[in-house]
């Protein structure tokens, strides 16, 4: 048995981008679908109502494209919108909070496990709830990083002011008990070395994408519906900002094949 269908991603920008490379590495064979709602980011900053009416309309889209299942390469739809649409929907879908919480938990050795998301994330207290049912003895301290996003989205991430702005905003893990931290949305992966450069090479970042990648590779293998094709087919959309999407997914997927960039209408754009 095998399963020729597509995998879906969905995310509030070019963020999911990161979880989507990891699905090429890791699922080398597999179609991939990726819809990244630009005309809408950042979905860091709605309310919890509009990002589950934003998702909800990316998982109908990902659905009207035959995909086998959703990963939601967003931390702030997978918070906000998730526990609410795998009610609604049948298709199996995927979020990347739980799997970073459970790499966390098994990687800190002193209890003390920063995260950095957006303002959407951080406010849920999502990473804190899903590292608290795992173990309590878990100190978890969040803080907004919501500037992150703006700085990949905008491609500005090795401009001086970006560095001042990572440092300062990552001051309180400096104190050394914080060994672990959870790059808590999917954009955050791009800004890899300058976390490092802010924090040393002491504390452990976990990637949440490939966490949920591993996972969901894990489910495909146990249901039957890993594809037994062998070149896979990738289309990239967006529902605005398609030419700066273009040059950013061509950047990121660098030596990869893609098969298909291009702009869709969603909801209120159309």
């Not at 560095?163 to 104190?175: A, G, H, R, S």
């Not at 040393?200 to 969901?216: A, C, H, R, W």
Request: hydrophobic residues 35%; contains cysteine.
């Amino acid at each position: 048995m095998s399963d020729k269908r597509p995998i879906g991603l969905l995310d509030s920008g070019l963020g999911g981008l990161t979880v989507t490379k990891e699905v090429i590495k890791q699922m080398s064979n597999e179609d991939i679908v990726f819809i990244g709602d630009e005309a809408r980011m950042p979905y860091g900053l709605k309310t919890k109502e509009q990002i589950i009416e934003y998702t909800r309309e990316l998982v109908k889209y990902l659905i009207s494209q035959d995909v086998k299942v959703i990963i939601y390469a967003c931390n702030t739809a997978t918070a906000n919108a998730l526990p609410t649409l795998k009610k609604e929907f049948s298709i199996p879908m995927f979020g990347v909070i739980e799997p970073g919480a459970i790499t966390a938990s098994r990687d800190t050795k002193t209890n003390n496990v920063g995260v950095i998301g957006t303002k959407a994330t951080i406010n849920s207290k999502s990473y804190s709830k899903a590292i608290d049912d795992i173990d309590p003895n878990i100190n978890v301290l969040g803080v907004p990083a919501q500037e992150f996003v703006s700085i990949v989205e905008n491609d500005e991430a090795e401009t001086k002011q970006a560095q001042e702005l990572i440092t300062d905003t990552l001051k309180p893990f400096l104190n050394n008990k914080y060994d672990t931290l959870v790059l808590g949305c999917t954009h955050f992966p791009m800004l890899r070395s300058q976390i490092v450069e802010a924090l040393g090479n002491e504390i452990t970042l976990v990637d949440s994408g490939i966490e949920t990648v591993s996972y969901v590779r894990d489910y495909l293998r146990m249901n039957d519906m890993l594809t037994d094709t062998k070149d896979s087919d990738i289309r990239l959309h967006a529902t605005g900002g398609i030419d700066e999407f273009k040059r950013l997914s061509k950047e990121w997927l660098a030596g990869t094949k893609i098969d298909e960039i291009s702009l869709v209408n969603l909801g209120e754009n159309k």
